[in-house]
Every structure is written in C-alpha cells, then in structure tokens.
C-alpha cells in the first residue's frame, strides 16, 4: 500500500502566501517524478508544477515565478511554496507521484486533496 498525504492549505488574502506538503509512505522502492495539480470550482484539474527526483522542475506559465516546488527524497515528501497569490489560484490542490513499488510496480498515485481559498 502507497498513501499521499497533503497539508498545508488554508484561506489567505491576496498577495499571501502558503506551504504546502505532501508526504509518500507505504512500501516505496523509489518515488520518480512528484508534481502537484489544482482544480477550480467547475473547471478541469491542471497541472501545476512538476518535478524530477533529480530536481529539475516545471511550471504552469501562470505561476512561474510566483510557486517553487521542491521535494526531500530522505523524506518522500514534496513541497509547493506559493508567493503572491491570487483569488484565482483558489482550488483544491493535489500531490501525485510517480511511485515504484519493492514488488517492482510502478504507478501514479494521488493524495487526497487540499483546500486553498485566495480571498481579494
């Protein structure tokens, strides 16, 4: 069993910022890309930034140079700092990790989501 915890969402003014968590546990071989995605009220979930266990990263052009993800691999956790943000950043947001298993599978799991609401 894998499970992908988030922490760290909450409500904030516009212009504030967050940190939020996501931390992989269960019978983990090695975890390969981690990245985290946000869905908006009515509208379809979109990726936000990527990153690989090496540490190269990848943004959503509406949040470059405002959220840097990074991750601890001692930890399996990843980590979206968000500056800057904005009514319309609001969304539930979700980790997901590309994850081998010790029994040699390999899937994509999904934490369960984390409420972040930008007030203007």
């Known amino acids: 069993q894998v499970q992908l915890v988030e922490s760290g969402g909450g409500l904030v003014q516009a212009g504030g910022s967050l940190r939020l968590s996501c931390a992989a546990s269960g019978t983990i071989f090695t975890i390969n890309d981690m990245g985290w995605s946000r869905q908006a009220p009515g509208k379809t979930r979109e990726s936000v930034a990527t990153?690989?266990?090496?540490?190269?990263?990848n943004y959503a052009e509406s949040v470059k140079g405002r959220f840097t993800i990074s991750r601890d691999n001692a930890k399996n956790t990843v980590y979206l700092q968000m500056n800057s943000l904005k009514p319309e950043d609001t969304g539930v947001y979700y980790c997901?990790?590309?994850?081998?298993?010790?029994?040699?599978?390999?899937?994509?799991?999904w934490g369960q989501g984390t409420q972040v609401t930008v007030s203007s």
């Open positions: 997901n990790a590309d994850i081998t298993r010790w029994s040699g599978r390999r899937d994509d799991y």
């Open positions: 990153i690989t266990r090496g540490g190269d990263t």
